[in-house]
């Protein structure tokens, strides 16, 4: 009994309602540390492995306002030199231009028709990119 309750348990997020706020202060508190070590024109990425807007966008854009010299250098991973057959579904933009989100569950489509959802090993992935002035 033992075995099956930790193997439950090991499927359980790390976050639900009851902790995101504190999830949320502890990823302010990184991205902002990091940032303060960048020097003058240096470069930080920011990712998780959550699709949790509240621990990915709601965070740079706290960033961005809180410290002025902080600014997002747009990553893109167009498929736009890829034939439609390479083109990696699973990539979209995040709802701030400039950042990427790699969701676990693709869309297949063939001649503008959806075709099947699958669902791709892993839980998300967010990344933005951020500059110092």
């Known amino acids: 009994e033992k075995r099956q309750s930790s193997s439950l348990s090991s499927r359980t997020p790390a976050?639900?309602?009851t902790n995101m706020d504190e999830l949320v202060d502890l990823q302010k508190r990184l991205i902002e540390s990091g940032f303060r070590l960048l020097k003058?024109?240096?470069k930080?990425?920011?990712s998780t492995c959550s699709l949790s807007q509240k621990q990915n966008e709601?965070?740079?854009l706290?960033?961005?306002e809180?410290?002025?010299d902080a600014f997002l250098i747009?990553?893109?991973f167009s498929a736009s030199t890829e034939s439609l057959h390479n083109k990696l579904d699973f990539i979209e933009e995040g709802s701030i231009p400039g950042t990427v989100r790699f969701n676990p569950i693709a869309t297949k489509v063939e001649?503008?028709?959806r075709l099947v959802d699958c669902l791709l090993p892993g839980t998300g992935f967010f990344l933005a990119k951020i500059g110092k002035r």
């Open 15 to 17: 976050w639900d309602d």
């Open 62 to 64: 706290w960033l961005l």
């Open 74 to 76: 747009p990553v893109s």
């Open 40 to 42: 003058e024109g240096g």
């Open 111 to 113: 001649a503008g028709r």
């Open 58 to 60: 709601q965070v740079v």
């Open 44 to 46: 930080m990425v920011y």
């Open 66 to 68: 809180k410290c002025k």
